[in-house]
């Protein structure tokens, strides 16, 4: 099988490398790709949202596979094209994907499939959206209906914080045209987890569950990012736990869609609140979380390419996969002034070192090399670093030994990571 991986994070990294340990695999590009990535895959150099051009490039290399990594490629269309041009891509559709690039769309199929989820309103006018929070009170949730890049939901504690997050997003259009519209919704408290599922448009099997850390400081404080480090699996998520969502949550989601005449073909990720009336969805997304990713794959025990390609051909109902049942902890290093404003440029040393620490494993999410041939900060999220071991204090530990091993000044990691399982 000849393979494209589109994307170029640390969840690509992941994606590759066990793509790359697959007996099926002849051939393996990933466009755009990383540093780390190139270890494994040839990487080319076109964008993941360059649609044409990556149509183009599977077709002239027979690619048997494309693999969307990131939503925005299948938001755009990127499996709509593959299958016109006759080609194979593991994704949802457009249609299906606004899963993710909708709110509203989402929250209106959660609701028609009977899903439990927060109480919500879509407002396209900010004074009716204000007078509605005034009229729920805090705690409350205020999102941009549109894909904001993970930077459009604001859980405000007050009126007054939920009321200047309507200003912003609505009239002073802080996240653009995803902000014409928001969603108001009712605040879930519980814990958090990552739930993934694979999907063929009517069958689902359950992936794994994995937790995640958005913001940027230890204890869970500062800003939101696109995830500070993540272990798999949480042990609040149960096995009764799972089956509940995939009962409640991912097969009447699959029925809804399917009736609508879009069936989901790809990863279903949940967010999921754990709440005290049961898990409840947050929202969907349409990929593998990043870094979830990472810390899913190194559980895996089945061989993706075969569990992917069963997806693309309907053929889930025959699948069921193997898990390491070994937890895995991922630590995302950023560079510095990452959410905002983080530096390139910053020199890596010491991945080698990293790399012989037992059970640890570094994927690439934002390096480049230099002229010179060193290694350097190329985006704001640039590695991550991962540990597996007998228990999560161990995948922990040997996780924090990779980091430690690495010499980058110009870096900064979470020293947290697992501590609400720990
Ligand atoms: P989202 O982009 O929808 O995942 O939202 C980002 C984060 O905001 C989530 O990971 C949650 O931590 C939080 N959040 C979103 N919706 C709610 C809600 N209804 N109740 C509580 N927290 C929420
Ligand atoms: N880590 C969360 C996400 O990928 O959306």
């Known amino acids: 099988m000849r393979v494209l991986v589109v994307g170029g994070g640390g969840r690509e990294h992941a994606l590759c490398w066990a793509l790359a340990a697959s007996p099926l695999l002849t051939k393996l590009w990933c466009a755009p790709g990383n540093t780390g990535i190139a270890e494994v895959a040839e990487c080319v150099a076109i964008g993941a949202t360059d649609i044409a051009g990556l149509v183009a490039f599977a077709r002239d290399k027979a690619v048997d596979l494309v693999v969307a990594g990131p939503e ?22 457009a249609a ?67 009321e200047t997050a309507i200003a912003e997003i609505m009239e002073s259009r802080i996240h653009g045209t995803a902000g014409a519209s928001v969603v108001i919704e009712e605040c879930l408290v519980g814990e958090e987890i990552s739930f993934f599922a694979l999907c063929d448009g009517t069958a689902a099997v359950p992936l794994a569950a994995a937790q995640d850390h958005k913001r940027v400081g230890e204890g869970d404080t500062g800003p939101n990012t696109g995830g500070m480090g993540a272990y798999s699996p949480p042990p609040a998520f149960t096995a009764a736990l799972q089956e509940e969502v995939m009962a409640r949550i991912i097969r009447p989601t699959l029925a809804e869609m399917a009736r609508r005449g879009t069936p989901f073909r790809g990863v279903l990720f949940a ?77 890596i040393e010491g991945l080698e070192h990293a790399a012989q620490v037992p059970g640890a494993q570094v994927f690439h999410a934002g390096t480049a090399r230099r002229e010179d041939g060193a290694l350097v900060a190329d985006g704001g999220r640039v590695l991550a670093v991962c540990g597996t071991g007998p228990d999560l204090r161990a995948a922990r530990d040997t996780a924090y030994a990779a980091v430690d091993a690495i010499a980058w000044p110009g870096g900064f990691c979470r020293r947290d990571i697992g501590w609400r399982a720990l």
């Open 271 to 347: 967010g999921l609140m754990l709440t005290a009336d049961g898990p409840k969805l947050i929202e969907f997304n349409v990929r593998f979380g990043d870094p979830e990713c990472q810390a899913l794959m190194l559980r895996l025990r089945s061989d993706l390419l075969t569990a992917l390609l069963a997806a693309v051909e309907g053929r889930l109902d025959q699948v069921s996969l193997a898990w390491e049942s070994q937890p895995s902890l991922v630590v995302v290093m950023a560079a510095e002034g990452y959410p905002s404003s983080p530096r390139k440029g910053s020199v």
């Open 72 to 93: 925005a490629p299948l938001t755009l269309g990127l499996r709509d094209a593959c299958e016109e041009a006759g080609l194979r891509c593991f994704g949802p559709t």
């Open 96 to 162: 299906a994907a606004r899963l993710e690039g909708s709110k509203a769309f989402c929250k209106e199929v959660a609701d028609a499939a009977g899903v439990p989820t927060a109480a919500w309103a879509r407002f396209e006018d900010p004074a009716a959206a204000r007078a509605y929070v005034r009229q729920k009170g805090a705690p409350i949730v205020v999102k941009a209906d549109g894909l904001a890049a993970g930077k459009g939901v604001v859980v405000a504690a007050t009126v007054a914080e939920a």
